[in-house]
């Protein structure tokens, strides 16, 4: 019975070596994927800028889009983190409790006057 154990162990650890030593014929390697198309790459308009301080214990994550402060991510040495967000634009913040900042809905300017 040990013996019958000892030889299926064996072929069960065999078996992967034997079949990473079988390749399938006429493989060829994988090309060099193409550059990216121009105008792809992310720029500073596109990305928000982060601003991380220490003010007192917390630690205060800054959120600016094109230079304007649009979020504020609090967080304590002790407790749960927190968001400070600027939903309408107006500069005045709505503090949000909950595990991260909440969906809301995409308000994208197209014009401004």
């Keep these: 019975?040990?013996?019958r154990r000892l030889i299926m162990l064996a072929c069960c650890l065999a078996l992967p070596v034997l079949a990473q030593n079988k390749q399938p014929p006429g493989l060829q390697p994988v090309p060099e994927p193409p550059p990216p198309?121009?105008?792809s790459e992310p720029d500073s308009a596109t990305e928000p800028q982060i601003t991380?301080?220490?003010?007192?214990?917390?630690?205060?994550e800054e959120y600016r889009m094109n230079?304007?402060?649009?979020?504020?991510k609090v967080t304590p040495p002790s407790?749960?983190?927190y968001y400070l967000i600027d939903r309408d634009g107006t500069g005045a913040m709505a503090r949000s409790d909950v595990g991260?900042?909440?969906t809301s809905v995409p308000q994208w300017?197209?014009?401004r006057f």
């Design 109 to 111: 300017v197209i014009k």
């Design 100 to 102: 991260g900042p909440p």
């Design 52 to 60: 991380i301080t220490k003010r007192g214990g917390n630690q205060v």
């Design 67 to 72: 230079g304007k402060l649009y979020m504020i």
């Design 79 to 81: 407790g749960k983190t």
């Design 37 to 39: 198309p121009p105008g």
């Design 1 to 3: 019975m040990r013996i």
